[in-house]
């Protein structure tokens, strides 16, 4: 059976194969298309796109955002798919949620050192390379310090919610993050929720102008993902779904490439209401 991937991570923020290589990888697991969804950042769609082309698989330009939920001091991500590359507005998002990032990295590694571990901003900077910084590259920097055994135990120890060195993002509220995206002509979906998704919350993001919901994930078991599923059909919000793949070497939930199978027909109904939308504001003055 035919089947896409529409939530993958590269290089360009924390996963750990060049866009390139995940675009043929995919291919070699039988994809027919992908979303390139890095965190915060279109950096990878040039590449992901090229690559694409040499091996006859679609590549949709997409991003994860995170954004804040709709529970108290929750945070979440929203998926957007058929965003733009070169429009300035959303851009400029991009650019603050990047450099939000980039200080909160610096937090973290202060609090590393008020908690004993001898760690650098320097050796984060050299995991990430230039890509959208987040918490595995300071997870990877703890395991090539030799201060932590994997990436697993960074996370349990140091980095995860409520540890030592967790510093919370600050973060934009829903209805602005999906303005953005609906004003360039892009989709959005709420990315794993888990026990998350309940009627109350989807009716919320669904009024805060989500269209779509991540139906299948490696984190949603078969009953969940039948449940999201329904929830989806009864309050109008697409069904999407991905892998979130970040590469073999992360210690949680990883599930290998290629191993969920999202029908075609989902991607199909996402890229109609871009085309509607987008056609919607070519005739806006
Ligand atoms: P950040 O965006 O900096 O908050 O980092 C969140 C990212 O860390 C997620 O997108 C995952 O890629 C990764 N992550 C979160 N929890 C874990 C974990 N327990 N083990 C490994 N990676 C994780
Ligand atoms: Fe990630
Ligand atoms: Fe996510
Ligand atoms: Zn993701």
């Known amino acids: 059976?035919?089947?896409?991937?529409?939530?993958l991570h590269s290089t360009a923020s924390d996963g750990e194969h060049p866009p390139a290589e995940v675009v043929t990888r995919a291919a070699a697991v039988g994809l027919s298309a992908i979303a390139l969804t890095d965190h915060d950042t279109l950096a990878g769609i040039p590449q992901a796109v090229e690559a694409g082309s040499a091996v006859g698989l679609r590549v949709v330009a997409g991003c994860e955002l995170s954004v804040a939920a709709p529970w108290r001091g929750g945070e979440m991500h929203l998926l957007a798919y058929f965003v733009p590359e070169g429009d300035p507005v959303?851009?400029?998002f991009l650019v603050g949620e990047r450099t939000k990032r980039a200080e909160r990295a610096e937090k973290i590694v202060r609090r590393l050192n008020a908690a004993g571990v001898a760690l650098t901003l320097d050796e984060v900077l050299d995991q990430a390379d230039g890509a959208a910084l987040g918490r595995p590259h300071v997870a990877r920097a703890l395991v090539a310090r030799g201060v932590v055994e994997d990436i697993t135990v960074a996370f349990d120890k140091y980095l995860g919610w409520g540890r030592a060195a967790f510093v919370a993002k600050q973060l934009p509220p829903v209805a602005e993050v999906t303005a953005l995206v609906r004003s360039v002509g892009g989709?959005?979906?709420?990315?794993?929720?888990?026990?998350?998704?309940t009627r109350k919350v989807l009716r919320t993001l669904r009024?805060?102008?989500?269209?779509g919901v991540e139906v299948l994930h490696p984190?949603?078991?078969?009953?969940?993902?039948?449940r999201v599923r329904a929830l989806a059909d009864d309050l109008a919000l697409l069904p999407t779904g991905g892998s979130d793949w970040h590469g073999n070497g992360?210690?949680?939930?990883?599930?290998?490439?290629?191993?969920?199978?999202?029908?075609?027909?989902w991607l199909d109904?996402?890229?109609?209401?871009?085309?509607?939308r987008s056609s919607r504001l070519e005739v806006t003055p």
């Open 207 to 211: 009024d805060a102008g989500v269209d």
């Open 250 to 265: 992360r210690g949680d939930q990883g599930k290998a490439l290629g191993a969920i199978r999202v029908p075609p027909a």
């Open 269 to 276: 109904a996402l890229a109609r209401v871009h085309q509607e």
């Open 219 to 226: 984190a949603h078991d078969e009953a969940r993902t039948r």
């Open 1 to 7: 059976m035919e089947a896409v991937d529409l939530h």
């Open 90 to 92: 959303l851009n400029d």
């Open 187 to 197: 989709v959005t979906s709420a990315a794993h929720l888990r026990d998350r998704a």
